[in-house]
C-alpha cells in the first residue's frame, strides 16, 4: 500500500505564491504517475497537474502558466509551485500516486485565497 501525504497549503492573498509537497511512502515499487487535484466548495475534483516518472507533465488549462509541478523520483516526491494565485483557486488539494492497477489518495490540504 502506498500512503501520500500533503503539506504546504494555507491561506494567501490573491496574486501570491504557495508551494505544495507530496510524499508518497510505503510499497513505493512501480508507481508511474503522480498528480494533484483539486476540489472547489460545492463542485467535483478536478485535475490541477500530473507527472510521469518519465517527467511528462499535463495540466488543467486554467493553471497553465502559473502552476508547475515538479517530482523527485528518488523520494517520491512531488511538488506544486502555484503562482500568480486567484480566489477561484480556493479548493482542497489532493494528491495521488497510480500505478499498474492501483491509485492512492492523500487526505488533502486546504488552500484558501483570499480577494
Known amino acids: 500500500q502506498v500512503q501520500p501525504v500533503e503539506s504546504g497549503g494555507g491561506l494567501v492573498q490573491a496574486g501570491g505564491s504557495l508551494r505544495l509537497s507530496c510524499a508518497a511512502s510505503?510499497?513505493?515499487?512501480?508507481?508511474?504517475?503522480m498528480g494533484w487535484y483539486r476540489q472547489p466548495p460545492g463542485k467535483q475534483r478536478e485535475l490541477v497537474a500530473s507527472?510521469?516518472?518519465?517527467?511528462?507533465?499535463t495540466y488543467a488549462d486554467s493553471v497553465k502558466g502559473r502552476f508547475t509541478i515538479s517530482r523527485a523520483n528518488a523520494k517520491n516526491t512531488v511538488y506544486l509551485q502555484m503562482n500568480s494565485l486567484k480566489p477561484e483557486d480556493t479548493a482542497v488539494y489532493s494528491c495521488?500516486?497510480?500505478?499498474?492497477?492501483?491509485?492512492?489518495w492523500g487526505q488533502g490540504t486546504q488552500v484558501t485565497v483570499s480577494s
Open positions: 510505503g510499497s513505493l515499487f512501480n508507481i508511474n504517475t
Open positions: 495521488n500516486a497510480q500505478g499498474p492497477g492501483w491509485s492512492y
Open positions: 507527472i510521469t516518472n518519465g517527467g511528462s507533465t
